[in-house]
């Protein structure tokens, strides 16, 4: 590895020095403060990124769909309307626009014995 070409900068005044002979035992004396500075260039700082950034924000997206859809079900209200198989008075129902806001929309009922029946309005 070859630091030859790279600037030097005083260690304790920061005055350019001369280009880097390559040679990391060579003493290079600063001309406006007098300081001893090793003909070494510094550490370049690479700045990582962080791969768990994306992988948790993928979660985070993940998990706001799972909470929609269960507040979808939240939508279900009930109405007094007599089940046809178990004669409850009461079912479940959803209402849900299927086709153009003019055709009006579709009302889905559901019993908690498990019958289910649709209604176009
Ligand atoms: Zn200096
Ligand atoms: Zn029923």
Known sequence: ??????????????????ESTGDANAI????????????????????ESKPSAF?????????A???LTAEDRTHEAIT????PQC???EMFFTTMQLRGADEG?????????GHKETEDN
């Open 1 to 18: 590895m070859s630091a030859i070409g790279s600037l030097i900068f005083c260690t304790a005044c920061g005055n350019l020095l001369r």
């Open 28 to 47: 290079l004396h600063c001309d406006v403060c007098g300081t001893r500075n090793k003909d070494t260039i510094p550490q370049t700082v690479v700045s």
């Open 55 to 63: 992988p948790s924000a993928l979660r985070a997206k993940r998990s």
């Open 65 to 67: 769909v799972q909470e």
């Open 80 to 83: 007094q309307k007599t089940c």
């Open 87 to 89: 004669g409850r008075k």
């Open 105 to 113: 929309s579709t009302v889905f009922y559901r019993c908690v014995c």
